[in-house]
Every structure is written in structure tokens, then in C-alpha cells.
């Protein structure tokens, strides 16, 4: 009977399920591997075939996997048949699979994943520093498609054929013969994530071939964030000790005491250090701690301090400051019994955990009031820190229910754990600490769940052999309930079969009861329930199943289907002879059973059935866009028992979905848009465009795209111009693409040309080739000479007349030629006694270029700035030369300063230029003076003597020069007196004078006249004569001289017996 119930539970090996695709396992797969995973909510897995169990086995958590050696399978298509069941429902999986030799398959050369690397920060599209990436099997299996089917759901990475180097943005896949490589969409931050997991799979084209590649992905770290300190402001306190022997209020401080501690994190994963901002001789802080030491004697009751964190990154970051506030505390001695006192603790103290313990009962109503937090003082607030769930803790303490507790959603710990915050805030509303609690409630399951039969399939049938004797077991009831304290009875409810039969109330083994026979083909029917006994609904009732009728037939009946109906989906390029679904039906005879398949209306032929497995194969390929092939078949599927026995039917529906393999098409491969205005305003419609696509729903939905960025198109295809259009650029049209791209995976596209003629109008102002024209002119140039000439264009092609601003052709002494734009001088006497003339000219457009363009003038100005160029035709002169009476003293040292002289010259610029130089007299050697060529300081180039060769007056020329070419000269003579020095002795004509005088000569005789000369001029050659004895003081008395005529005259009679005398004179 084991045996005939494995048999007929083998047969529930597809329901209806989607076809899944092909799992190539290698032949060598060491036993262990797993091949699917499947997850489900209080799901129950069966494998239902036999014939592969020695080869698969299905563990109750849904795992798949190798429990033997593959190689006996080798080559041999598979399709394993899973049961899914829940409380109220099941399904069937069809897991395809082929053993194929490992080297026929896509592998990539390692097994054990790969390791790359990027810089947080990089650049969006920086590639990942990675070996390369390609997969290869033993034959050529032509181009891969690789995408990312792991890791990647935000998606960060994009890969990228390795040769081409295009980035396609929000592109995870891409199909190559070569290698690819994988890029960053946007910048990446280490510190919010530091490494990515992913996997790379490799396809054939034919879908069936694949391979995967865990490739981890470290984002290198940048010292891009400083460090940050915890809070912005710590209160800290200190106590000290009262002085018995001082006034009140004086206490004694325990130097290097703990004053508190800072702390500050660093994002990057970085050392901190800490230091402060201005040492203090009242507290150190411990560099590697934040530990502030008490250094000093306070001066007073509260200190501030600034902290600083630095970190070890490079370059180095330093945080913003902390305010650390020190409260020193001083006991008053009259002060009140200590359990008055306040606390005062260091910031951020994490108290032990609170756990505590409630059924799932008391979470049941939102807002209910579960318990209260124990506080330290009645000043104390909380706040939970993170988001619960579950719960919310109200500033009191007071934890309520958030949402209903369901015990069968919490995580395996069954726990709500969550952490608040509790803040001290004083009494004056200063801040004296917060602290940190860790809550963790326990909850208890309640038994809330009502149990479910699992029996399949429904509804519940079977047979029971005519001559069955009592206590024959024919079917056997199977219940689950969720909650963990389940106990499960069954009973018969309502009993149609007269007392026949009998439940097990704990096995659930329905049996026979009597020792009448069973009447062939009647049936009898129970209606029965399964109930939890621990899930008590009141007084007088459990919870329990609905009334589920089980029908027993005496003797025979026909097969039963597992499902009353059957569906499937299908895409279009399903390959030919794939499996689509499995559909099977249990034998009450433990007879095999025959299937045969019969469309009903369209579709005869599209699929088939195999006989004896069930799975319903497609038959001849599909088009989704052929109108001949329906999108939904329904077919009937017949199980019929070998020998002639029973058959019943089944209706299955297979649906047809489209798959995008048509592109976009435009109704034309060209559009064009004649005489469009180049001055229509933004968003104007220009011309509607329109493409079709043969697939459908989202394979068929069309957006469009322009390549030109004047223009943009919406949803309809209706093509507006986003910047202002030109008709005088572009030679007066636009071409550029329009792409249809529907919204398939991957998405298809289809192009057109857009040409957009302009027409021209006068919209353009008349271009000046240059703002400022700088012409030169001679200040000598006489009339009609020509100055410069101003050019402007018109984009437009319009005629452009010159003028100067104000109107008219002339201004001043210049004019401009209308048509031509030459500016000459006029035709009259020239004066031009200025430096420079500005003129203001105007370019005026005469609208010839468009229709009614003459409506609209358009005027530019430039300007011409006529510099006047000044000719050498004036030579320098010395104004003041006539007046130059200079004087040297004679002996004066060489280089002593005479007189300045200054020549001008009219001439402007280099012309008038001066430098100064000392004409050569004739037959002069050397020069007496000489002169700065560029002050006209005139100096002596000698020591002069007046009484020498240089005589009293000497002649000098000096002369002019400007920087004109050719340069021209002016000179200025002007004579030097040498004034005298007394320099020169008197000098006598002899040097002894001898005379005879008699003796009897008489007073007042003449007796000699003597003479001397002096070179000196004036006073300084005038001589005096005076007499002196040098020999015989007493000679002196006999003889005077005169001053100025130099006699000497006998004063005094002589005395014969002195002979001779002698005088000096």
C-alpha cells in the first residue's frame, strides 16, 4: 500500500507553473551541489520522482541538491516535478535539467571568484580594477551575453565590452565574442558601503548554457571625511573637597583626577587623536583617549574648553571644535542629607540591558501600553534611538504598541530589541548627562493560527474495496498549523455513509468500520475537519479547518487530476519540443495512466503530450504578430487507465506573450518641414512623426528621440524646437535623426531623417568686422586723404549702408562713403591739432533680404579711433639762451655745477624728445664742460685758472637734439666768466735793492722807489707797501716808505757811525 501511495503521489509533478528554463549540471558535480533553492511562506517541498531519487533529494527548507554521481544521467534531458504546499494552497514546479560533460560548458577560468578594486570617488564610468572577464567552453559556442544577476539591484555597476569601450548608462548586459568589463555608474562612498558582492553570469544565445562568476568589489578608501565628535557641547562636573579650616565654599581639587571623557568617530575608519585648541594649565587631554585630566587649581565655579580630533589619514583632517563646560562643585557645609543630592555623571554611560517578557497577546492593540523604563530621577526623559516596528517609548518611559505583534513575522530570536536614549536636563535646563539602555522583549506565541489539510488533490477522494474488512484503512487525513503548541485532531463532522467509517482522532486514518459489504460505485460521503486543541476560539470551541467533504467510492472510479484546471504561460520564441507543463492525475487503480491532448478551436497541432509523463510539449513555433495564431489555447488534457479502465478530463489554458523581437518602424524613412520661420517662439510644432511597432503592450509602447538638441519631441511624436532656430547658419535647414525606442527588454530601436527648412528673416544685425577700428593719420595730411576703411556683413544677405551716428556722412573734418565705408579727411583746409579723433559710425541693413524685411531695420556702431601721428618738422630752441650769464671760480673742483639749460620742441612724441650734448670748439682739445643729455645740467669738466691760459671768460655751445628721423638740431652759446681767487703772491721786480744815500741828506729825500707786481684781479692784486729791520729794529727809525707808490723817503737825519743800514720791504 506504501508502494501504491508513493506511486500515486509521483504523479503530482507539474501543476500549473511557467516553464522554467534549462539547469546544465556538470557530469563531475560532487554530490552536495545544490541545484535550486525554493522559498516560500509555510511551504512543504516533495520531490515526485522515483526514478531520480537516487540522485536528488529535496530538503524540508526547499533546498535541491546531488546526494550521487551524474555521470549515469549523462546527456539525458531531465524534468523534475516538485509539489509545493501551503495551509490553503499548492503548486507545482517543473525543475529541467541536462547533465552535460563540464568541458562542453561555459566556465570562466576561475572558480573562486574574483577580486577588484576602485577608489570611492572615481568618476562615474571609471572602470573596476579587475583581470579579465570572459568565459569559454570547449567547442565555440560564438557570443556570450553577460549581465550582472547578483549584487546589483540599485544598480551601481554596468559592464561593458572591453573592446568597443562604449557605456551605455543603466545597461547591466551586453553580448560579445571578447572580454568585458565592468564599470562604476556614479562615484562610490567607502563608508557607506566599503565592498560589493556580485555575480557575473555568462549565456549562450540559446539560454541553456551558463556560468556564474562571484566577483567581490572593495571601494578603496579616501580620507575624504574629518572626524566628528559625538556631541557638540559635554557638561562634565567636578567635586571637590571641603576646607574645614577655610570660609565657605573654598575646597581642596584632586590634581590629575578624571574630568570626563571626549569622543569623536572618523567615518573613514581613521585614528583619532585628540587635543586642545588653547593649551590650559586647569586640564590636559589625552591624546589617544579624550580623557581630560584635571591639571590645576579652578579660579572659578565653571571652565570652558574647545577640543579638537585629528585623524591619521593623508592629508590629515581635523574635526570642529567641541565646547567642553566644567562644572566645579563645591558642597555648601550646611548642605541637605545626601539622598537629596543630585547626580551628576559623565556623558554617555550605557546601562545595563533590560530584558523583559510578554506573550504576543499583549501586543495585540495598537497604542496599548505594554510596560514603563525605570528612571534614576524623576528629571530623566526617553527616546528610542532607531525606528522599531513594533513598538514607540513615549518621553515618560511608557513602551506602546506600534503595530500588532505577530509572533510568526518577528525573526528567528522572536525578539523586539531596540535601544533608547535617557537625558538628565537638570534643574535649570543645562545638561548634565545622557545615557544609552538596550531593551530586548521576549515573546511568547500565541496560539492564534487555525490548522489546514494539505491533502491533495481536492477535493478529497478515494475508494474502498467492496469487501473491505473493518478497520481497512483508506485514506488518511493530513493537517499543519503554524503556531508552535499545535495540537492537531480530526474529526468526522457529518456522516452520510451510516456509520461505515471511522477517523483516528490523532493519526487522522480514516477507516472501515462493520463487516457489510461496500455497494460497487456508491458513493459515500464524510464531511470531516481537523482541529487545534491548544488554539482555543472560546468556552467551547478550537480552532480549526473548514468542513472539507471526502468522497469514498465502492470498487472503482476515475483517475483524479490534481488541479481541476490547468494554465500555462509561454513566450513566442519558445524552442520547438520544449516542455511547457506537466499535468497529471492520480489512478485510484494504481493503474498507469495514458494522457492525450485535444485543442478546442484554433491551435490543433500547435502542442502534444507525452503519453505517459504528462508534459505537454509546443509542437511547431509560435508568432506572436501572426494573426493566424491565437495568443490563448485551451485545450482538454485526457487520462485515460491502461486495460480499459477509467478516464476523466482536464482543462488547460496555455497563453501565448509576446517577446520584443520587432523594431520600431516610421511610416517614413524621411520627413521634412519647408518654410518653417526661423523667429517662431519656443516649443512650436513643427512636424509629427509616427512609428509602429508588431509587438505588444509594453514591446509595442514608443517613445521617441532627437540626436539634435534644437529640437525635442514628445510621447506622439510631435517634433517642437527647443532653442531658436537660425536660417542664416546650417545653410538654412536641419537635419538630424529621430529614434523609436520601445520599452522592451532589451529595448529595440528604429531611426528617420528629419529635415527642417528655415526661412529666412531679417533678424540679423549688420556685423561690424571689428568693434574699434585704430587708423593713423599725419598731422600734416592735407584734404581728401584716406583715414581707414569700416567693413560690416549682414547674415541676413541684406545691403548695409555706413553713416556716422546722428546721421549724415560727415563729422567734423572726416567723412564715410555710404555704399563703401571709407572714411576720408574732407575736402577742405586740415587743422588737426588734436592727439586723437573718435568717431561713431553706424551700419544700417535695408531688409532686401526677406519678405516685408524692410519692415524691420537693423543698425550696429562701431567705433574709429583716428590716432594722429605727429611730424619731426620742429627743432628743438633755447628759449632762455640769451639770458645764460653763468660764473665759475676759478680753482673749483672738476665736475662743479654751472647752470641748467632747456631747449623745447613742438613736436609731440619722440619728436619732441630733447637730449643734450657740448659742441667741440675748433681746435679745442677736449671739452672744458660737459652736459646730462637728458636734464641739460651743465658742469665743469676742469679746474680753471683765471690768471692762467683759461683767461676770465670762456666760450661754450651747447647743443639740442630730439628723436625725430631724420632728427633735428638747436644750439645755445653762452659764455663762462672765471670769477678770481686771491691765488698769486706780489712779486717785486728785483730781489735786492742796494742804494747809496749821503749823509747829509735831509729829511723827506726821496731816496728809492721800489715796485712789485700781482696777477690777482681787484682787491686781490692791489699791493701796500710797509717797511720792517728784521736785523737792526733801529734802521727802522731812519727810513719810511710809501704805501702806494712804493718811495721810500728818508725819515730821520742819519747816524754816520752806523753804516750801512739795513731794512726789509
Not at 346 to 355: F, I
Not at 953 to 982: H, M, R
Amino acid at each position: 500500500m506504501a508502494r501504491s501511495m508513493l506511486a500515486g503521489a509521483a504523479l503530482l509533478c507539474a501543476l500549473a507553473a511557467p516553464l522554467a528554463a534549462v539547469t546544465l549540471l556538470p557530469h563531475d558535480v560532487r554530490p552536495g551541489h545544490a541545484v535550486r533553492h525554493f522559498v516560500g511562506n509555510h511551504s512543504h517541498y516533495t520531490m515526485l520522482d522515483p526514478e531520480l531519487e537516487p540522485y536528488f533529494t529535496l530538503l524540508d527548507d526547499g533546498l535541491l541538491m546531488t546526494i550521487a554521481d551524474l555521470a549515469p544521467l549523462l546527456d539525458r534531458p531531465l524534468n523534475l516535478a516538485i509539489l509545493e504546499q501551503t495551509p490553503y494552497s499548492s503548486a507545482a514546479h517543473s525543475v529541467p535539467l541536462l547533465v552535460v560533460d563540464r568541458r562542453r560548458m561555459l566556465h570562466f577560468p576561475t572558480t573562486n571568484g574574483l577580486r577588484g578594486e576602485i577608489p570611492e570617488n572615481a568618476p562615474s564610468g571609471s572602470v573596476i580594477d579587475l583581470p579579465p572577464i570572459k568565459a569559454t567552453s570547449l567547442h565555440d559556442s560564438g557570443p556570450v551575453a553577460y549581465k550582472i544577476v547578483k549584487g546589483n539591484e540599485d544598480p551601481i555597476f554596468s559592464l561593458r565590452d572591453k573592446i568597443k569601450g562604449d557605456i551605455v548608462p543603466e545597461v547591466r548586459s551586453v553580448i560579445t565574442e571578447g572580454d568585458v568589463e565592468i564599470i562604476a555608474t556614479r562615484p562610490l562612498d567607502a563608508e557607506e558601503k566599503s565592498s560589493y558582492e556580485i555575480v557575473v553570469q555568462a549565456t549562450d544565445l540559446q539560454g541553456t548554457n551558463k556560468a556564474s562568476l562571484p566577483i567581490r568589489i572593495d571601494v578603496a578608501d579616501e580620507n575624504d571625511h574629518a572626524p566628528a565628535f559625538e556631541q557638540d557641547v559635554y557638561y562634565f562636573a567636578v567635586n571637590g573637597t571641603i576646607d574645614e579650616n577655610g570660609p565657605n565654599g573654598t575646597a581642596h581639587w584632586q590634581r590629575f583626577s578624571n574630568i570626563g571623557q571626549v569622543h569623536a568617530y572618523d567615518a573613514d575608519g581613521d585614528r583619532v587623536y585628540y587635543s586642545l585648541t588653547v593649551p590650559s594649565n586647569l586640564a590636559v587631554i589625552v591624546p589617544q583617549t579624550g580623557e581630560l585630566i584635571l591639571a590645576g587649581e579652578p579660579d572659578g565655579h565653571e571652565v570652558e574648553l574647545r577640543v579638537l580630533a585629528h585623524d591619521t589619514g593623508s592629508p590629515p583632517r581635523k574635526s570642529r571644535p567641541a565646547r567642553v563646560f566644567i562644572d566645579f562643585v563645591v558642597p555648601e557645609r550646611n548642605e541637605l542629607p545626601a539622598l537629596h543630592r543630585e547626580k551628576r555623571r559623565v556623558t554617555r554611560a550605557v546601562r545595563p540591558t533590560k530584558r523583559t517578557e510578554f506573550s504576543e497577546a499583549d501586543g495585540e492593540v495598537e497604542g496599548r501600553s505594554v510596560f514603563t523604563l525605570e528612571k534614576e530621577t524623576d528629571r530623566e526623559t526617553f527616546k528610542i534611538r532607531d525606528e522599531n516596528p513594533w513598538v514607540t517609548v513615549e518621553p515618560s518611559g511608557v513602551v506602546k504598541v506600534k503595530k500588532k505583534w505577530d509572533y510568526e513575522e518577528l525573526g528567528p530570536e522572536k525578539t523586539i530589541d531596540f535601544w533608547v536614549t535617557i537625558t538628565n536636563a537638570g534643574n535649570g535646563g543645562k545638561l548634565l548627562y545622557t545615557d544609552n539602555q538596550r531593551v530586548i522583549i521576549h515573546v511568547k506565541d500565541v496560539n492564534d493560527e487555525p490548522p489546514y489539510f494539505i491533502n491533495r488533490p481536492l477535493p478529497m477522494q478515494t475508494v474502498v474495496q467492496l469487501n473491505a474488512a473493518p478497520n481497512t484503512p483508506v485514506f488518511t487525513l493530513q493537517a499543519r498549523d503554524p503556531d508552535t503548541d499545535h495540537n492537531i485532531h480530526y474529526f468526522i463532522v457529518r456522516d452520510r455513509t451510516g456509520g461505515r467509517f471511522e477517523v483516528d482522532e490523532r493519526s487522522g486514518v480514516v477507516r472501515t468500520r462493520g463487516t457489510d459489504p461496500f455497494q460497487l460505485d456508491m458513493e459515500y460521503v464524510l464531511y470531516v475537519k481537523a482541529e487545534d486543541q491548544s488554539g482555543r476560539v472560546d468556552e467551547r470551541r478550537f480552532q480549526s479547518t473548514p468542513e472539507e467533504r471526502l468522497s469514498i467510492v465502492g470498487g472503482k472510479r476515475a483517475p483524479q487530476f490534481y488541479l481541476p484546471s490547468y494554465e500555462a504561460e509561454i513566450a513566442e520564441n519558445q524552442k520547438k519540443d520544449s516542455d511547457i507543463i506537466s499535468v497529471k492525475a492520480k489512478s485510484f487503480a494504481d493503474r498507469e495512466i495514458r494522457y492525450t491532448l485535444k485543442a478546442q478551436g484554433q491551435g490543433a497541432g500547435t502542442f502534444n503530450i507525452g503519453p505517459t509523463s504528462g508534459i505537454v510539449k509546443l509542437a511547431k513555433e509560435l508568432d506572436f504578430e501572426d494573426l493566424r495564431q491565437p495568443h490563448v489555447y485551451s485545450l482538454v488534457v485526457t487520462a485515460t487507465e491502461d486495460s480499459g479502465g477509467f478516464s476523466t478530463s482536464v482543462e488547460l489554458t496555455i497563453r501565448v506573450t509576446d517577446v520584443n523581437d520587432n523594431a520600431p518602424k516610421f511610416e517614413l524613412p524621411d520627413y521634412q518641414a519647408h518654410n518653417v520661420d526661423e523667429d517662431i517662439p519656443l516649443g512650436t510644432s513643427i512636424l509629427k512623426v509616427k512609428a509602429m511597432d508588431a509587438d505588444s503592450g509594453k514591446n509595442a509602447e514608443i517613445e521617441y528621440l532627437v540626436s539634435d538638441d534644437h529640437f525635442s519631441v514628445d510621447s506622439n511624436g510631435i517634433i517642437t524646437n527647443n532653442k531658436q532656430l537660425d536660417a542664416d547658419n546650417n545653410n538654412a535647414y536641419y537635419e538630424f535623426s529621430v529614434t523609436a525606442k520601445d520599452k522592451g527588454e532589451p529595448a529595440k530601436t528604429g531611426t528617420a531623417t528629419v529635415r527642417v527648412y528655415t526661412k529666412n528673416k531679417n533678424d540679423e544685425e549688420p556685423k561690424f568686422s571689428q568693434q574699434v577700428y585704430t587708423p593713423n593719420v599725419d598731422e600734416n595730411a592735407g584734404p581728401n586723404t584716406l583715414v581707414t576703411t569700416v567693413v560690416a556683413s549682414d547674415k541676413d544677405g541684406d545691403n548695409v549702408r555706413f553713416g556716422f551716428v546722428g546721421g549724415g556722412t560727415s563729422s567734423g573734418q572726416f567723412v564715410i562713403e555710404e555704399i563703401t565705408g571709407v572714411i576720408r579727411l574732407h575736402n577742405k583746409a586740415i587743422s588737426l591739432d588734436r592727439d586723437k579723433y573718435e568717431l561713431n559710425v553706424t551700419a544700417m541693413d535695408d531688409g532686401a533680404c526677406c519678405v516685408n524685411g524692410d519692415a524691420t531695420i537693423h543698425t550696429s556702431t562701431a567705433v574709429v579711433v583716428v590716432f594722429i601721428t605727429d611730424v619731426n618738422d620742429n627743432k628743438p630752441i633755447f628759449k632762455e639762451c640769451p639770458t645764460y650769464y653763468p660764473k665759475v671760480e676759478e680753482g673749483a673742483p672738476n665736475g662743479s655745477p654751472v647752470l641748467k639749460v632747456h631747449a623745447t620742441d613742438e613736436d609731440k612724441g619722440v619728436n619732441g624728445q630733447v637730449k643734450y650734448s657740448i659742441v667741440q670748439q675748433p681746435n679745442q682739445k677736449g671739452t672744458k664742460f660737459t652736459v646730462d643729455e637728458e636734464t641739460g645740467e651743465v658742469s665743469t669738466n676742469k679746474v680753471f685758472d683765471r690768471e692762467g691760459d683759461d683767461g676770465k671768460f670762456v666760450s661754450v655751445t651747447v647743443k639740442a637734439t630730439d628723436q625725430g628721423e631724420p632728427s633735428l638740431e638747436g644750439v645755445c652759446s653762452f659764455t663762462v666768466e672765471i670769477t678770481d681767487v686771491n691765488d698769486n703772491p706780489p712779486l717785486f721786480d728785483r730781489q735786492k735793492y742796494v742804494e747809496n744815500v749821503k749823509q747829509d741828506a735831509s729829511i723827506g729825500t726821496n731816496i728809492l722807489r721800489v715796485s712789485a707786481s700781482d696777477e690777482d684781479a681787484d682787491n686781490n692784486g692791489a699791493i701796500v707797501y710797509t717797511l720792517s729791520a728784521p736785523y737792526n729794529p733801529g734802521d727802522i727809525e731812519y727810513f719810511e716808505i710809501q704805501p702806494e707808490s712804493g718811495w721810500i723817503v728818508l725819515k730821520k737825519p742819519l747816524d754816520v757811525s752806523i753804516q750801512p743800514h739795513s731794512i726789509r720791504i
